[in-house]
């Protein structure tokens, strides 16, 4: 069975041991699952989740697998779940001789001194959580807004030596703001990740309160004045601090993919595995016309064979795309986007912030792929000295 999977023989699972949530965000694409799916993981199931995945990588060629905890709020498992599964699938992938990177996504509200020492055993000292600035949609389920016990929770976490990045989404409280958003993230010495929310679903009639009213435009104005203000910054390290303009710039720069969405076969390089065992292309798969299989039920030559005909039926470029002359850059954009219908967007907004780009490194004179082969870290500091020419 033909199976392209990446270059780097990696795999990357976005394992969630439960969709249950202590907030209630309005906007959540996991909206529809978080109260009526109360079931957890036991340490014994996740143990079996583990030992099919080390299957499924060995049949697969897999070298190296990132295990990304997620949910859910994947804290509400317990500090003790975490230990003793994650020690289970280390030995597991070490006698298969595959490596193994630990990364969490938390919405930060229950962490902990037991969690840091966690964050420093397995997570090297780095936790993803989500925040947005000036938004009011992180939210309890009585709605309050969770953000100031967030913020606090998260530079506490950070005096204890355990380093945080923000995954923000852009809401109509935040457009036009982005030079007071930058400033604030800076002081709080947080990058941060800044995109679209991700509604593939019906979302709650509350989101259209503080997302919906986006448009495309306004979207692509905000990140193109993060790219903007990143090139006005004085070291590599601030220049960095928003990942999206980074990933934006050193993609163009390097003439290489940077995003699961933009590889073009991201199903042969992702895996989604839920707390009652269903499988799916990925994270944002949440929907039961996408499950590949359940890991209690199914085995890995069946899981494949429905990944590769989930890929063959809609990823890729299209004509349209073909002809677009950053094809190379996208690859015909996320494949969840365009099952929904929301392909045609997606490629106007990409072309719009590549088009933008285009024209700043042409000013400092950078042409597109011009830093092809430097690693993706050295760009912030080589635009920097273009910058000083």
């Known amino acids: 069975m033909t199976y392209d999977i990446p270059e780097n023989g990696h795999l990357t699972l976005i394992f969630k041991p439960t969709y249950t949530c202590n907030l209630a965000c309005p906007y959540c694409y996991n909206e529809g699952w978080r109260d009526s799916v109360n079931d957890r993981m036991s340490i014994e199931e996740a143990k079996q989740a583990f030992t099919w995945v080390c299957d499924f990588c060995r049949m697969r060629g897999t070298r190296g697998i990132k295990v990304i905890w997620h949910g859910g709020e994947p ?32 919405n930060a509200t229950l962490l902990n001194e037991e969690y840091i020492k966690v964050f420093h055993d397995y997570f090297n000292s780095s936790i993803g959580f989500s925040f947005d600035y000036q938004s009011g949609c992180r939210r309890f389920p009585d709605g309050r807004d969770a953000s ?25 409280r935040n457009v036009g ?21 991700f509604l593939p679903y019906k979302p709650s009639d509350q989101a259209s309160e503080c997302i919906l009213a986006v448009t495309d ?10 790219i903007e203000i990143a090139l006005r910054q004085k070291t590599p390290r601030l220049a960095r601090l928003c990942t999206t303009a980074q990933d934006y710039i050193a993609a163009f720069l390097l003439n290489r993919i940077s995003a699961c969405a933009q590889m073009g076969t991201c199903s042969m390089s992702h895996l989604s595995i839920g707390p009652c065992g269903d499988i799916y292309p ?13 890991y209690m039920t199914d085995g890995g030559e069946k899981v494949m ?20 002359k950053f094809i190379r850059l996208c690859k015909g954009g996320c494949t969840l986007l365009r099952v929904i219908g929301c392909h045609e967007a997606e490629c ?34 080589m635009v920097h000295r273009a910058m000083a020419r």
């Open 75 to 106: 804290l509400l498992m317990g500090a003790s779940f975490f230990r003793e599964v994650i020690d289970f699938y280390q030995d597991l992938f070490s006698n298969a001789n595959i490596g193994v990177k630990n990364v969490i996504q938390t």
């Open 148 to 172: 100031d016990i967030i913020l606090e929770k998260v530079l506490w976490t950070k005096s204890q030596g355990v380093d945080a990045g923000a995954i923000m989404v852009c809401n109509k």
């Open 348 to 381: 106007w907004v990409n072309q719009s912030i590549w088009e933008y780009i285009s024209s700043k490194m042409s000013e400092l004179g950078l042409a597109r792929g011009s830093l092809a082969g430097c690693i993706k870290e050295d760009v912030a500091e």
């Open 177 to 197: 703001k982005m030079d007071e958003l930058f400033s604030f993230m800076a002081e709080k010495d947080i990058p941060f990740k800044f995109s679209r929310p």
């Open 305 to 324: 064979k429905n990944l590769v005909e989930l890929s063959r039926k809609y990823e890729g470029a299209d004509v349209n795309c073909q002809k677009c």
């Open 282 to 294: 990925c994270g944002r798969f949440t929907d039961n016309t996408f499950r590949v299989g359940n």
């Open 217 to 226: 435009a306004e979207y692509v104005e905000c990140v193109c004045q993060l």
